[in-house]
């Protein structure tokens, strides 16, 4: 296996770095950034799953986490959203293909070969990091935002026991039940919708998925909150499963990096709590 | 004269704003990038000039700022680092022409009918911050990175009493005696030297010019240290002055926003401090 590192820049007492390896679940090179604090660890790991059209960069660039992972001790894992290149699939949208992984495996062509987004989030990029970096894995916390906020909660939701913290930034809580999710669930797992129970965080919670807490914040003034986010699904199912939930209705805020750095600080708080010995 | 909001978003509790306008110095639009906080105003103003290739997206985007200015009641604002368009002369390097104006108003052809940026920043666009946002320009203070922490130093000497405080992130410390300041000040302004000494920190300063005080942050690995940047000589400059500066070398820093977005906090507060009713 290859294993890049394209750059790497001191940060906050710390090294930010951005790495390329070739993935054997999606088949093709793939990008992360990574955010180390400085000492020698090994450091409690943060995941976040960024959301439709991004890359690595945008949270590591826009979201203003280093300074405050720094003080924290925190290492922070930013992955790609999507398979990306002239050999793997695409659609002339922005909600499917390329930057829109929606952090599943795809059952269907022309997406199975390539959008491993599932088993490479969950398996193969923490196999890397935990050889590479000097990162704690008995202590990881994950967050994303609106299709990462998907992603985190239902990886959280599957895999119990493995993540001490979750939260979101504006997640799509049911893609069951959003035109998003509905799209990109038909198209990667075709039209038996028992398939996608496994990747909506309702449907995982209805069906006995647990985790101890959630933290969520939500702009009230995004654009996507009514018809695509709908995060009073999220909290029904929560308040049914006895799911601690902390839902943040914050006011005038929208959907973008401006959203969530101004509350990054809180959600990186939140996760040092339960990560700490 | 046209006034735009392009776009204006809620962020840590203020409003992040982007904004155009037909500029009569520059005789172009122009852009910059307002962050507001809080609260009703009048609010105290710190000025971001930037460097080389930049836009008012680069500090806005990546310095993490808007998290501290928030706490401390700052209005950050951010322009553009020159005239851009078709109708603009421009040059096929990155150091010249389109992204590099040097903050200084060209006297040469072709650069002299656009590139106006010294009054830019020290007359029309102070004016049109008074008027539009609840600035209290009573109380200003100036930073810059690289060709704009040339462009703060040079500023706030040639203005005495407007900018209670001042600071850079790797300035160029006298443009009058590095590759980038020569090549510069020789299109810009032509061969007679003379002319030049406005534009340089360490020649204003010889030249009886002063400030209070000055806080510089040098990263120790910056690739532009030893040719282009040459904090000796500001510290010279300062030492022949009786001008306090405080400069700090950071061992293992670049010249990147990762550098920037590392030490911001301390240049905020510095701001702040000096700002204070």
Redesign the interface.
């Known amino acids: 296996m290859t294993f890049e590192t394209l750059s790497q ?5 710390g090294v ?1 770095s951005f790495h390329r390896h070739d993935s054997a679940q999606t088949g093709t090179p793939m990008r992360f950034a990574v955010f180390t604090p400085s000492g020698e660890g090994p450091h409690p790991v943060v995941w976040f799953l960024a959301g439709l059209t991004c890359t690595e960069e945008n949270f590591t ?2 979201a ?1 986490a ?2 405050i992972a720094a003080a924290l001790g925190l290492m922070l894992i930013a992955p790609d959203t999507s398979p990306r290149g002239e050999g793997v699939a695409d659609d002339g949208a922005y909600d499917m293909g390329q930057g829109a992984g929606f952090y599943l495996d795809a059952t269907q062509a022309p997406w199975a070969p390539h959008f491993r987004m599932r088993s490479y989030i969950e398996s193969e990029l923490p196999a890397l990091i935990a050889g590479q970096f000097p990162a704690d894995m008995t202590r990881q916390g994950i967050m994303g935002h609106s299709m990462g906020g998907h992603g985190a909660l239902t990886i959280a939701l599957r895999n119990p026991g493995r993540f001490a913290a979750v939260s979101a930034f504006a997640p799509i809580a049911s893609p069951i039940n959003c035109p998003w999710g509905v799209k990109a669930l038909t198209g990667y797992l075709g039209e038996d919708r028992a398939a996608w129970r496994a990747y909506d965080a309702c449907a995982l919670l209805d069906d006995g998925a647990r985790v101890a807490d959630i933290l969520v914040d939500q ?1 009230e ?1 995004d654009p996507f909150l009514t018809d695509q986010l709908k995060p009073e699904l999220l909290e029904a199912a929560c308040a049914r499963a006895g799911v601690a939930l902390e839902l943040r209705r ?1 006011i ?3 959907h ?1 990096y ?2 969530i ?2 509350f990054i ?1 809180d959600h990186l708080r939140w996760h040092a709590q339960r990560l700490a010995r």
Chains 1, 2 share one sequence.
């Open positions: 820049q001191r940060c906050h007492g930010q660039v826009k203003g280093q300074a702009g003034a914050q005038g805020y929208d973008s401006w959203f750095q101004s600080a």
